[in-house]
């Protein structure tokens, strides 16, 4: 059975509803200087078409930045464990900002000062309406582990993991890719574990060094070869050594589910002996 594992993934529905809701406003804006665009051309005011294609781009340019924004800030609120994120949502409202003073001023033939107000007020809007950068780091006391040091070593494993997805697309043997399906699932599941307790990662350091990246190599080696010559027995021992990695994998997360389950009883007759006393 295919693992039901919920690794994070900011292509998933939920992050395309956040983005969604708000992310796509900005894009109204380009509605009417496509317009514009269109009218100037016709009526060959050549000066006004080149200032309006810029408009467009500043506002087009804008709407992109901020999706990133979104993006950034979505991924900091749904990760227990990060730094904060580059100030893009400020970039973006900076941005936002000289976009319609130029628009109002050169392209739209208003006053500076008018269009510099009307800068100005787009600048607060956009902050009203989607909030500041998150400014703290999210790097809680984990004891004698470095907070930097996890948030490193879960992001390359990640991002093996993630290398072997890509690479999955290759393969069309549908058993094979079926269990690799089912081992990446297993690893997001150890890695999202791992970040929930970063204490963790003392006993699954060996799983992350060794089988993420032994399964990174061994998909790579398989796809660097034309599927076509790989003849059926190198397939099965790759099957089979699937399975010994997925068995390995459930073997690690019933053993950081039992270490949880060791430190919440540990927490418990601390706090025992607390009420004792």
């Known amino acids: 059975m295919v693992s039901k594992a919920k690794r994070y993934d900011p292509t998933k529905k939920e992050l395309k509803r956040f983005r969604l809701e708000k992310g796509q406003f900005l894009y109204i804006f ?58 893009l949502k400020s970039l973006t409202a900076i941005l936002l900002g000289v976009s319609t003073l130029f628009t109002a001023w050169l392209a739209g033939g208003q006053d500076f000062f008018v269009s510099l107000a009307l800068g100005l007020v787009s600048v607060g809007g956009y902050f009203l309406f989607y909030g500041f950068d998150p400014q703290e780091d999210k790097l809680e006391n984990i004891g004698d582990i470095s907070a930097e040091f996890v948030i490193e070593t879960l992001a390359t494993a990640r991002g093996k993991l993630a290398e072997v997805e890509n690479e999955m697309k290759k393969i069309k043997e549908p058993t094979l890719h079926k269990k690799l399906r089912i081992a990446t699932d297993k690893g997001y599941e150890i890695l999202n574990n791992i970040e929930a307790d970063p204490k963790d990662l003392r006993v699954a350091r060996k799983f ?12 790579l080696s398989y796809t660097a070869i034309d599927e076509k010559d790989i003849d059926n027995e190198t397939k099965e021992r790759l099957s089979q050594l699937l399975s010994d990695v997925e068995r390995r994998f459930d073997k690690e997360l019933v053993r950081l589910k039992e270490n949880d389950k060791f430190d919440l009883d540990v927490q418990i007759d601390v706090l025992q002996e607390q009420i004792k006393n």
């Open 30 to 87: 380009l509605a009417p200087l496509f317009l514009s665009i269109i009218l100037a051309l016709i009526k060959q005011k050549f000066s006004f078409f080149i200032f309006d294609i810029i408009s467009f781009a500043l506002f087009f340019a804008t709407a992109k930045l901020n999706g990133m924004a979104l993006k950034s800030e979505y991924e900091y609120n749904t990760t227990t464990l990060t730094k904060a994120p580059k100030p």
């Open 208 to 219: 992350i060094i060794v089988y993420i990246d032994g399964i990174k190599k061994v998909t």
